[in-house]
Nanobody, 121 residues
């Protein structure tokens, strides 16, 4: 069993920054990929970023590239999403997730608790 506990999020003005954290624990930590996702009300869930443990590469969806940065702690047990220059359309519930079966975040097996991000003046 794997647990992903998120922290961070909240209300921020347009142009501001936030950092989300995701602490991963449990017995099955042999994940293949780790990613950040978000879902806005009435919309489908979007994948934002993904670290593949196959090659160590970090990839971003085009609409956050250059504004969001995904990193991992040295022990790999915590991942972060630094979000800069936030826009109102970034408002959503954000989730971290891990996959033990897929190298490129196409099928996630464990999901975080969710963090609400609201970007508003």
């Amino acid at each position: 069993q794997v647990q992903l506990v998120q922290s961070g999020g909240g209300l921020v003005q347009p142009g501001g920054s936030l950092r989300l954290s995701c602490a991963i624990s449990g017995s099955n930590l042999d994940w293949h990929s780790i990613g950040w996702f978000r879902q806005a009300p009435g919309k489908e869930r979007d994948g934002l970023s993904c670290i593949s443990l196959n090659d160590g590469a970090t990839n971003y969806v085009h609409f956050v590239r250059g504004r969001f940065t995904m990193t991992r702690s040295n022990d790999g047990r915590t991942i972060y999403l630094q979000m800069n220059n936030l826009k109102p359309e970034d408002s959503a519930v954000y989730y971290c997730a891990t996959s033990i079966s897929n190298w490129y975040c196409n099928k996630m097996d464990y999901w975080g608790t969710g963090s609400l991000v609201t970007v508003s003046a």
